[in-house]
């Protein structure tokens, strides 16, 4: 279709995504951020082959590569006394890229003109005519052809426009995380299990690392006054260099979210009239398959994919959800398996699990890592033709 004007509600991966992606194909995009300031957490993300694809779609994917460190941890496998279950052998798995969240999110921030970005602007209505869609912050009211709502797990827009699905669910899994100022050397990052737990690190360029700590937890939204305390009680005896990583984050850097999705209560389109969801607030999943952010990337190129090639919104849309839902969806479900097998709490699990991962040659184990993340790994984009360089 003629490219026209989209307001885009967010401006964290995902909305800045799709922002570019939009202005690639010749659309004038508005963004509308709540935060005075676009930016990020302070913890780390991984991404892999699909997602860095998509960065190559919307023309960042060398400066992404450039702002990150290859690492191997899906095949590093530990305990906690720190015998090792599988060692990678580089080669054999593709990497991963890890990045300082608030340096990919740079990347596409760089690539957004900031006078497209209003700050301080957070969304309180959305409604529609069949020709146009309007967005209300405050008395304030912006009008356009076309809304992304890429407003994060507690989506403004999915509560407005899909007021009948349920907020996202917690299910007794919460998570650590915090950067450490720690130069590891050329470690290679790694994950070390047990029963109910998992420990996680993974290198970041500039001599630190990254970790997270995910663990069963009983009710939602318990904090401690000392996160990084709460963290060393959990971990803190198990294997170099864990002790020295949490010792390395100040108290104050260490983040504690609960997880929740909408695995049990998936949406039934991501599409209303002429506004589409994107990212987490389609589609929020759980952070096991380090995909959350990566599916975002492809939502935002096959949206400005769907919208280039048909004729018009609501067919372009009604193709972005068709191809977007089951996707997302499935791998929300998987990733949502996955963590539910690491926070289980089952000794026969955990047993089962030393035992058929020491059995395995690296090699294999790296074969069958690859097989079984091939259906997402494997993405290609479409065609997203370049209609203005940035
Ligand atoms: C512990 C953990 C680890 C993770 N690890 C990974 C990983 O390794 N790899 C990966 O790919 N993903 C990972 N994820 C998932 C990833 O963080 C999210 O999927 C991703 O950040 C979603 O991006 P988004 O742009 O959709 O939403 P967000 O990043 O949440 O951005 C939403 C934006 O919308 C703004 N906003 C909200 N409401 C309004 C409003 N009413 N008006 C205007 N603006 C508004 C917010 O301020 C924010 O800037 C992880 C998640 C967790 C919890």
Redesign the pocket.
């Known amino acids: 279709m003629k490219p026209g004007s989209a307001i885009v ?8 995504a799709a922002a570019i992606a939009l202005r690639r194909t010749g659309w004038t995009v508005t963004v ?4 005075r300031v ?1 930016g ?1 957490i302070g ?5 892999g082959p699909n ?1 860095i694809r998509a960065l190559d779609a919307l023309g960042v994917g060398d400066r992404a590569r450039a702002a990150g460190t290859p690492f191997f941890g899906t095949a590093n496998l530990r305990e906690a006394s720190g015998r090792y279950l599988n060692r990678a052998e580089p080669g054999t798995v593709p990497p991963l890229i890890g990045f300082h ?1 608030a340096d990919l999110h740079n990347v596409l921030l760089d690539a957004v003109p900031t006078e497209s970005i209003r700050t301080g ?4 209505a959305i409604d529609q005519t069949p020709g146009r869609a309007f967005v209300h ?1 405050g008395d304030e009211t912006f009008e356009a052809d076309l809304v992304v709502a ?8 999915r509560r407005l426009l899909w007021p009948q699905t349920p907020e996202p669910a917690f299910w007794h899994y919460t ?1 650590w ?1 915090g950067i450490a100022d720690l130069d590891l050397g050329p470690a290679q990052g790694g994950m070390t299990l047990a029963k109910d737990r998992y420990f996680l690190t993974m290198p970041l360029p500039g001599g630190r690392v990254y970790w ?1 700590l ?1 663990t069963r937890a009983g009710t939602p939204g318990e904090r401690a006054d000392d996160e990084r305390s709460e963290v060393l009680r959990r971990v803190g005896d198990w294997h170099d260099p864990i002790p020295a990583l949490l010792d390395a984050t100040p108290t104050e850097r260490v983040l504690h ?1 609960d ?1 929740t999705d909408l695995v049990r209560t998936p949406l039934p389109t991501y599409v209303n009239g002429r506004i589409a969801l ?4 389609a589609h ?4 096991d398959l ?7 990337l492809e939502d935002a190129v096959v949206l400005a994919a769907s919208l280039h090639d048909v004729s018009d919104a609501t067919a372009a849309l009604a193709r972005y959800d068709t191809v977007r839902r089951p996707r997302t969806q499935w791998i929300a479900k998987s990733a949502h398996q996955k963590g539910a097998g690491y926070i289980s709490g089952s000794a026969a699990r955990q047993r089962m699990l030393v035992w058929t991962t020491r059995m395995m040659r690296p090699a294999t184990l790296a074969t069958m890592t690859t097989k079984a993340l091939a259906r997402i790994w494997d993405w290609q984009p479409p065609d997203l033709p370049a209609y203005k360089e940035l």
Do not use: C, K, W, Y
Request: without cysteine; glycine residues 22%.
């Open positions: 509600i967010g401006a964290g991966i995902g909305g800045l509308l951020e709540r935060n676009a990020e913890a780390g993300m991984s991404q997602a969240r602007a957070a969304v309180t912050v890429a407003d994060g797990v507690r989506s403004t827009a998570v995380r997270g995910g979210h997880i994107l990212g987490d607030a929020p999943m759980s952070p380090g995909q959350g952010a990566g599916q975002a």
